[in-house]
């Protein structure tokens, strides 16, 4: 294959793109000294999900964007010596397992470091120097997917390899809440595939081309780096990365990819607390007594249906 080609379609993607630089306004008191990656659902940091779809999908270098004040994701996948120090003394194997197997061997994390919070867009291009001349995906931790089969990164870098183009992840939305979303117009979907034609950033739902958003899990040719650096701010200031995939998808095929799953948007309170709700409720250990919680939290505050 020549250097041109594996620049600009997607063959085997091993290295995932996490941005966290930004400043999780919506969960302010708590994020003023907690990183909104590093809030749970249950006892996992939302980075970890994010990184186990990752690694799952066969990533095995994960790149991290942060800033200044995010020392604890680092920290949270730095080796903790004194912990698992006392885990062993203590004969506690099943927690040293887990503190162990946040990262399996032969994956790595590698920092990079966005100096100000300047958009989307612009913590992508902080990656590009480590993530060089390959294909390679970015999730967005706070977009919790949930799906019992495979993750959704996993189902889009399986479809990608097959058509090489780049590949957006949507869902449907209701038509009142596109002004929150990307959206997407696109051809005909086939194999939950379909060729993006245009991207419309927060339209109003008169003006919404559809109602299929744009969640946050892209497989992306490294031409996008080209395209970023072209990139003037748009709104709010920031260098959005939907106004470089508008222009990659001048050049190349872009697809949009219904995934198999539930997205939960961790960003925002009610989107935490439901993939709380759903993790708990799933979970193998805590389901039953989850469910009583709940029933009994409806009863004692007289809940008895809702509208
Ligand atoms: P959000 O729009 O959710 O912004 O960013 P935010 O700052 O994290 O949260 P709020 O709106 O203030 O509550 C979407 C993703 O892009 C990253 C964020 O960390 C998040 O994963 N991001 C955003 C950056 O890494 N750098 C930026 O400059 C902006």
Known sequence: MSPSSTQNSVSRVRKAVFPVAGLGTRFLPATKTVPKEMLPIIDRPLIQYAVDEAIEAGCDTLVFVTNRYKHAVADYFDKAYELEQKLERAGKHEQLELVRNILPEGVRAIFVT????????????????????????????????????????????????GTGASMIAVQDVPREKTGSYGIVATEEFADRQGRIRRMVEKPSPDQAPSTLAVVGRYVLTPRIFDLLEATRPGAGGEIQLTDAISALLKEETVNAFRFRGTRFDCGTHLGLIEATIRYALDHEKLSEAAQRLMQDALKELGVTELE
């Open 114 to 161: 966005q100096a100000e919070a300047l958009g989307l867009g612009h913590a992508v291009l902080c990656a590009k120097p480590v993530i060089g001349n390959e294909p390679f995906a970015v999730i967005l931790p706070d977009d919790v997917i949930w799906n019992r089969g495979p993750g959704a990164l996993k189902q889009m870098t399986d479809a990608a390899a």
